[in-house]
């Protein structure tokens, strides 16, 4: 019944910009709002494997980027508002792909299977 939201996708050109944003919705077992201590960002281009991109712990401060990402996004949450952002700038055709967001990994954060919740994708295509 936990499930995460993402948006904030679109179409957008070469060195462009845009912000992606992800908020949790239902409830934990307890029956209390979801709240999640870690969260990060994967990408899923056509044909390809799920790929990390940022990951971002409960203190803000605590954060991890891809290597192909690193310099040019920044991940970042707002606790009053329940919601992570990934600001993607200076964007490439390489980074057209489905961007998800997860949450709470049992394992390392840069491995998909680990994540708990997912959310349902949010495209991001960019143009020459």
């Known amino acids: 019944q936990v499930q995460l939201v993402e948006s904030g996708g679109g179409l957008v050109q070469a060195g462009g910009s845009l912000r992606l944003s992800c908020a949790p919705s239902g409830h934990s077992s307890s029956g209390r709002t979801l709240s999640i201590h870690v969260m990060g960002w994967f990408r899923q281009a056509p044909g390809k494997e799920r790929e990390f991109v940022a990951a971002?712990?409960?203190?803000?401060?605590?954060?991890a980027y891809g290597d192909s990402v690193k310099g040019r996004f920044t991940i970042t949450r707002d606790h009053a508002k329940n919601m992570v952002y990934l600001q993607t700038n200076s964007l490439k055709l390489e980074d057209t792909a489905v961007y998800y967001c997860?949450?709470?990994?049992?394992?390392?954060?840069?491995?998909?299977?680990?994540?708990?919740?997912w959310g349902q994708g949010t495209q991001v295509t960019v143009s020459s």
């Open positions: 971002i712990g409960w203190d803000g401060i605590s954060l």
């Open positions: 997860a949450g709470d990994p049992s394992g390392s954060y840069y491995d998909a299977p680990s994540y708990r919740y």
